[in-house]
């Protein structure tokens, strides 16, 4: 069993950057990957970017690539999420969730084992 707790959410101007963390704690030794997903208001849960927890490269959803980074400490159990040239749009419950798995696909949220509660990013004019 893996849990995992979001941080950092809160407003921010548009323009200006913002970092979120994922905290994990339990067997997170048996843990393949960790993605993040947004979901605002009226709209449904997408993808924003996904980090292997033992080896590989990162995977940014589109709209993510260039201006987020995902990061991970594994001494600290933490991924997180840098969030650049933040906009409107970019206003979203976000979590983390993880698979343990060996193969997936990152934007099917059926192959994501754990889910946190999520923090809530608003982005304001």
């Known amino acids: 069993q893996v849990w995992l707790a979001e941080s950092g959410g809160g407003s921010v101007q548009a323009g200006n950057s913002l970092t979120i963390s994922c905290s994990l704690s339990?067997?997170?030794?048996?843990?393949?990957?960790v993605g993040w997903f947004r979901q605002a208001p009226g709209r449904e849960r997408e993808f924003v970017a996904g980090?292997?927890?033992?080896?590989?490269?990162?995977f940014y959803e589109g709209f993510a690539k260039g201006r987020f980074l995902v990061s991970g400490d594994k001494e600290k159990n933490l991924v997180n999420l840098q969030m650049n040239s933040l906009t409107l749009e970019d206003t979203a419950v976000y979590s983390c969730?993880?698979?343990?798995?060996?193969?997936?696909?990152?934007?099917?949220?059926?192959?994501?084992?754990?889910w946190g509660q999520g923090t809530q990013v608003t982005v304001t004019p």
């Open positions: 969730a993880g698979i343990k798995r060996a193969g997936w696909q990152w934007r099917m949220v059926k192959f994501y084992d754990y």
């Open positions: 339990g067997d997170t030794g048996t843990l393949s990957a």
């Open positions: 980090l292997p927890w033992t080896r590989g490269n990162e």
